[in-house]
């Protein structure tokens, strides 16, 4: 199985920026498409960002598009969300979330972090 632990979430003022990390246990990191998702209390879950296994290719919700950088280092098995420009809506949890492709028939697993909770204070 895979481990995705979320780090780097905290307090940070309106127009302010955080960095979050998500560091994944698994030796095939590189192999693996990413993405970042958040969910509000009481609110459906949302996607945030992804990112391809080479990082060639990356994809971001409209409402974070312009503030909002997905990343990836293969070689410390870590992906990144940098978030500037950070408004009080941004203050929800952040998700890791890794998609395992082991099947050469299409299969797949995916695994989601425990979360980081992110607040911005107007």
């Known amino acids: 199985q895979v481990q995705l632990v979320e780090s780097g979430g905290g307090l940070v003022q309106a127009g302010g920026s955080l960095r979050l990390s998500c560091a994944a246990s698994?030796?095939?990191?590189?192999?693996?498409?990413m993405a970042w998702f958040r969910q509000a209390p009481g609110r459906e879950r949302e996607f945030v960002a992804t990112?391809?296994?080479?990082?060639?290719?990356?994809s971001y919700a409209d409402s974070v598009k312009g503030r909002f950088t997905i990343s990836r280092d293969n070689y410390k098995n870590t992906m990144y969300l940098q978030m500037n420009s950070l408004k009080p809506e941004d203050t929800v949890v952040y998700l890791c979330?890794?998609?395992?492709?082991?099947?050469?028939?299409?299969?797949?697993?995916?695994?989601w972090g425990q979360g980081t909770q992110v607040t911005v204070s107007s």
């Open positions: 979330y890794a998609l395992v492709q082991p099947y050469s028939d299409g299969r797949y697993l995916d695994y």
């Open positions: 698994g030796r095939t990191f590189s192999s693996y498409n």
């Open positions: 990112i391809s296994k080479s990082s060639s290719t990356t």
